[in-house]
């Protein structure tokens, strides 16, 4: 499917460096961005579906870093079916497991969480729920493991590892096996700050910095924050990714934030909602944690943005997150919102709205073009201006 987006008011890359794109006209093919910036009618002309954006904002779709993926779209900690699909009603288009620890009873033993983390990531290798990218298959480190174990299973697709749910006394002991899943390619991960376990220790910023992982997952709290004197430590004396999270604390998110900026460390921020968890299925988890960035901590709107989306790519290296040519096609049109004092997405970004979604296209298929059913609905009018295929992208339910 060829998909040309028309008429759009501003481009956000996604990319920090340069968090605008000029144009108003972006054109994907299959399940990637054909062109970003200015098209020929003749290539327009040439397109299954041309959506006019009516003069909204497009953003990259947006990657929450941290999910708690089971299997198929069902938390069980919320008993709810159908999440997936409703986070990509908020312009989320990519989902990356923070590990299966919520599937019930889930193993411990070795050969267990091997087969649970082969199992998760081969069975979301080709399902999208509703249109969502799903990378899951996050291998709990347990004492158990060993090396070769890792490097087993990183033989058959798995790249991503977590520490903090494992069974070892010390936080520390997690190090032989962080380094192993790096030697084996792997994302490592680390959960930060008070435990969700009972009987497991806080970890807090001497861990991270033994540890060195490439991310400390929900640094400003899951939901519970490390000190606050350990923030500066981890931007100055690691290069360890600061993953901030809606179901946080919200003033050390904004406190990391704020330190990251004055070090030039903000490219390591990345944004993500730690959910569905005890703090429930949050579809606009991610829109309000942009929202929150932005006009409580004085952050730029693109700014945050890219922190949702390229910087997540660039961390775990996915070829999403940023709206150039060759990147997955995953773009949200987004806009303020109806009824709001703001003219634009950014303006109500800035002013501390959420912005409204007007259209989702993920893997190059338009998901759903003129309202989400669970944002307002945008000031201007995203719509299907001429569709050659049997298809109706109206999509929203109300
Ligand atoms: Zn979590």
């Not at 009873?105 to 983390?117: E, I, S």
């Not at 931007?235 to 919200?250: D, F, H, P, R, Y």
Request: glycine fraction near 12%; charged fraction near 15%; hydrophobic fraction near 40%.
């Amino acid at each position: 499917m060829r998909v040309a987006i028309v008429n759009i008011g501003t481009i956000v890359s996604g990319d920090l460096r340069r968090p605008f794109a000029p144009g108003d006209t972006i054109i994907t093919d299959g399940d990637r961005i054909a062109a970003v910036g200015t098209a020929s009618t003749v290539d327009v002309e040439q397109c299954d579906v041309v959506i006019d954006a009516d003069g909204t904002t497009a953003i990259p779709g947006l990657i929450d870093s941290h999910v708690h993926i089971t299997f198929g779209d069902f938390t069980p900690r919320q008993q709810t079916i159908g999440y997936l699909e409703s986070y990509l009603q908020g312009g989320v288009t990519t989902a990356i497991s923070a590990s299966e620890v919520h599937v019930p009873g889930r193993p411990h033993d070795a050969d267990g969480v091997k087969a649970l983390a082969v199992a998760a990531h081969k069975c979301f290798e080709h399902y999208r729920p509703g249109g969502m990218k799903v990378y899951a298959g996050s291998v709990i480190l347990e004492p158990s493991l060993t090396g070769n174990d890792l490097g087993e299973i990183a033989k058959q697709g798995v790249w991503l590892a977590k520490a903090g749910f494992g069974a070892f006394d010390s936080a520390y002991d997690y190090a032989p096996l962080i380094a192993a899943a790096r030697a084996h390619g792997m994302i490592t991960t680390v959960h930060t700050g008070g435990s969700s376990i009972p009987g497991s220790g806080a970890i807090t910023g001497d861990h991270l910095l033994a540890l060195n992982p490439h991310v400390s997952f929900h640094v400003n709290g899951g939901p519970t924050a490390m000190p606050d004197q350990d923030f500066e430590r981890l931007i100055v004396e690691s290069e360890i990714a600061l993953q901030i999270c809606t179901a946080g604390n919200l003033r050390t998110a904004l406190l990391c934030a704020k330190l990251a900026q004055q070090h030039n460390a903000f490219e390591r921020l990345i944004i993500a909602t730690d959910t569905p968890t005890g703090s429930g299925v949050m579809p606009l988890g991610m829109l309000y944690t942009i929202s929150h960035l932005a006009s409580l901590g004085g952050i730029g709107p693109e700014r945050c943005i890219a922190a949702a989306t390229g910087s997540n790519a660039r961390v775990y290296d996915l070829d999403c997150g940023v709206l150039a040519p060759g990147k997955a096609a995953d773009i949200a049109l987004i806009d303020a919102p109806d009824g709001g004092t703001q003219d634009t997405a950014l303006g109500a970004i800035s002013h501390g709205d959420i912005a409204a979604v007007g259209a989702v296209i993920s893997g190059g298929e338009p998901r759903f073009v003129g309202r989400s059913r669970n944002t307002p609905g945008t000031t201007r009018k995203v719509r299907v201006a001429s569709c050659r295929l049997a298809r109706d992208f109206s999509g929203a339910r109300h």
